[in-house]
Nanobody, 115 residues
Framework: QVQLVESGGGLVQAGGSLTLSCAAS????????MGWYRQAPGKQRELVAS???????NYADSVKGRFTISRDNAKNTVDLQMNSLKPEDTAVYYC?????????WGQGTQVTVSS
């Protein structure tokens, strides 16, 4: 049973920072891609950032230069450092891994950015 537990969401003013963390109940050393997605009210879930096993990262254009994704294979975690937050970053953020061809999602953590 794979479980992903996110933490670190909250309410922050525009321009502020938050760090989201996702802890996996299994070893992530062999998992090729780990990612963070978000879903705002009335919108589809979208990829925010992903990171492969070798450490290379990919970002949505809307967050490039502001967000940084990182993974720690020893701690089985993937983090998302979010700086210069904007009201349009408000959403529920979800951690995602693909293991043995199956998608796993966390329960989501709310990020609210006030203007």
């Amino acid at each position: 049973q794979v479980q992903l537990v996110e933490s670190g969401g909250g309410l922050v003013q525009a321009g502020g920072s938050l760090t989201l963390s996702c802890a996996a109940s299994v070893s992530v050393a062999s998992i090729n891609v780990m990612g963070w997605y978000r879903q705002a009210p009335g919108k589809q879930r979208e990829l925010v950032a992903s990171i492969i096993r070798g450490g290379s990262a990919n970002y949505a254009d809307s967050v490039k230069g502001r967000f940084t994704i990182s993974r720690d294979n020893a701690k089985n975690t993937v983090d998302l450092q979010m700086n210069s937050l904007k009201p349009e970053d408000t959403a529920v953020y979800y951690c995602n891994i693909v293991r043995l061809s199956r998608d796993y999602w966390g329960q989501g953590t709310q990020v609210t950015v006030s203007s």
